[in-house]
């Protein structure tokens, strides 16, 4: 058994099948004490400053884990910049298995390169058949959890996104992560519902606004809680819930077809409109990464949500800066008033 580093999510349920334990270096470097250091790291050994700090984080979490000397990076459906990641890694001596998602989403090269990545770990199909049974009991505690955000208001903005943002590797240990998952619902179960608060001064009672957030999962965590100390929560995670696979099929090639993030914007719109509805948001928060051609895809996003929206760029993960705080705010206040 070895580890392989993930650069996004991928069909993780090939790496069980081959006995292996998938890791998601996004998850190690962003939860990491030292993360800004990562990033300062990866510029002194040559990385430019105008390069996502996700990708530099990357880079340099992988050298400090010697233990992973694999990892599957997505060549096509994520970061353009990652092909030159991974030219550094295999400087530095890491094996890169890559796997391409098709633009077009088509299920025979999808199968194609899903087969490539069976082939390169030495498992079978039928193996990896198993491996999904396994994963989706977990991921349903998953979706238990997102359950318990939106519809009984009883899990956090964070919580939601830790739990649904881990189902991207299930920390290495699915039966494991589904103990901790069956702890926390049993214990959110019984939180009084979080959708009121007291306005400051006053005893009245006035309800939360509930927003949701698209886009990558924030370099600064610390969003969450900010929003909450100011009355609103987020009840959609877009990309997180995605990473957990909220979908209804039997057949795994289709499971990642129907995974959003990786295609068009449109489809990504699709599953933000139906959710939205859904949660009955007040407002959305586009999150973008500095540097990233994502950031361009905002203008559609735009035309096409019938939402106030407010885009909100971050680059380091040093937490919110004063300029980011103040444009929540009024953004708050724009939906309050």
């Not at 994963?135 to 939601?160: C, K, M, P």
């Not at 699709?270 to 509805?277: K, L, N, P, T, V």
């Not at 103040?326 to 206040?333: K, V």
Request: glycine share 6%; net charge negative.
């Amino acid at each position: 058994m070895s580890k392989i580093g993930l650069t996004t999510t991928v069909p993780v349920e090939v790496i069980f099948a081959a006995g292996d334990t998938p890791v998601d270096l996004n998850n190690i470097f962003i939860t990491s004490s030292e993360a800004m250091q990562r990033l300062e790291e990866a510029e002194l050994a040559g990385y430019p400053r105008n390069v996502c700090g996700w990708i530099k984080g990357l880079y340099s979490t992988a050298l400090h884990n010697p233990d992973i000397r694999q990892i599957v990076a997505v060549t096509q459906g994520d970061c353009s910049n990652t092909h030159a990641l991974m030219e550094t890694w295999e400087v530095e001596g890491i094996e890169i298995i890559p796997f391409a998602f098709p633009y077009d989403r088509d299920p025979d090269m999808l199968r194609l390169q899903m087969d490539k990545l069976i082939n390169v770990l030495g498992t079978t199909w039928e193996d990896v058949n198993l491996q999904k049974k396994r994963l989706d009991q977990v991921r349903a505690l998953a979706w238990e959890i997102d359950r318990l955000t939106w519809e009984e208001n009883r899990v956090s903005g964070f919580e939601n996104h830790l739990y649904l943002v881990s189902c991207s590797d299930f920390n290495g240990n699915p039966e494991g992560f589904a103990h901790e998952m069956q702890e926390f619902i049993q214990s959110a179960g019984a939180r009084k519902p979080l959708s009121e608060r007291s306005r400051s001064g006053l005893g009245r009672k006035k309800r939360e606004i509930r927003l949701g957030f698209i886009g990558v999962p924030p370099i600064f965590p610390e969003l969450y809680d900010f929003l909450e100390e100011h009355g609103a929560r987020v009840v959609f995670n877009e990309v997180q819930r995605q990473f957990s696979m909220p979908f209804n099929t039997d057949d795994i090639v289709e499971q990642y077809r129907l995974y959003t993030y990786p295609y068009k914007v449109f489809l990504r719109l699709e599953d933000i409109a139906r959710e939205a509805e859904r949660r009955q948001l007040d407002g959305i928060i586009h999150y973008t990464q500095s540097f990233c051609y994502r950031q361009i895809e905002d203008q559609i996003i735009r035309k096409k949500l019938d939402y106030p929206i407010l885009t909100l760029e971050g680059e380091n993960p040093t937490g919110l800066d004063a300029r980011s705080k103040m444009r929540l705010e009024s953004f708050l206040s724009m939906i309050e008033d």
